[in-house]
């Protein structure tokens, strides 16, 4: 079992909808959670992160954690476009350990 | 420039020859994350590192790659006597502690071996 699973996509959604990105993660006691969005050739962007279970809002970007559940999810509202891009989740367990990322969804926008 | 400095941004090596790829931290960071990427593919894990000591290189190929962060100077990801499968974009992350902070990432070294 990989320690983060994400859908591969490619997700198309259209221009003004709301696309819902989701993970899983093995490790029942991480602590951290972080999304980061990776346009082509580019170096990864950090667009949130949460700690809590429950959401977290920060402008058109939502994160949601359920760690009963060991998954956490990004909803991105008014999509547009240029949030046309690869979104990678990434998994902190303990304070000392490593952070592993997901293999990404992509995630295309259509007019 | 106060972000992550990683050097150089492309870097062509022939079969057999050493590649080294550096990443200075963002000020105040002291911990520093290497990430390899494969094209299509996410970011594998490849070492965590703390000043002058070695978190964890579990990610990290038993033979031919190291990697140091020294008390002074950039952290050095050194591969020896690379092979075309080495071909990837090293990314180089950094935070300022062990706690909950995010990465900050680096622009990578497109590494391509010939």
């Known amino acids: 079992q990989k320690e983060v699973e994400q859908n591969s996509g490619p997700l198309s959604v259209p221009e003004g909808a709301i696309a819902s990105l989701n993970c899983t993660y093995s490790?029942?006691?991480?602590?951290?959670f972080f999304w980061y969005r990776q346009y082509s050739g580019k170096s990864p962007e950090l667009i949130m992160f949460i700690y809590s279970n429950g959401d977290k809002e920060d402008g058109r970007f939502t994160a949601q954690l359920n760690k009963a559940s060991q998954y956490v999810s990004l909803l991105i509202r008014d999509s547009q476009p240029s949030d046309s891009a690869t979104y990678l989740c990434a998994v902190k367990g303990s304070s000392a350990s490593k952070i592993i990322f997901g293999s990404g969804t992509r995630l295309s926008i259509r007019p | 420039n106060a972000g992550v400095m990683q050097n150089p941004r492309h870097l062509v090596r022939r079969r057999g020859q050493e590649a080294r790829l550096r990443c200075s931290p963002m000020?105040?960071?002291?911990?520093v994350y290497w990430y390899r990427q494969l094209p299509e593919e996410g970011l594998k894990f490849m070492v965590y590192?703390?000043?002058?000591?070695?978190?964890?290189e579990s990610g990290m190929p038993k033979e031919r790659f190291s990697a140091e962060f020294p008390k002074e100077g950039p952290s050095i990801l050194r591969i020896q006597q690379v092979v075309r499968g080495d071909s990837a974009a090293y990314f180089c992350?950094?935070?300022?502690?062990?706690?909950?902070?995010?990465?900050?990432f680096g622009n990578g070294t497109r590494l391509t071996v010939t």
């Open positions: 590192l703390q000043k002058e000591n070695i978190i964890d």
């Open positions: 000020k105040g960071h002291s911990h």
């Open positions: 992350a950094s935070s300022p502690d062990r706690g909950p902070s995010p990465l900050h």
């Open positions: 490790d029942r006691g991480s602590q951290s």
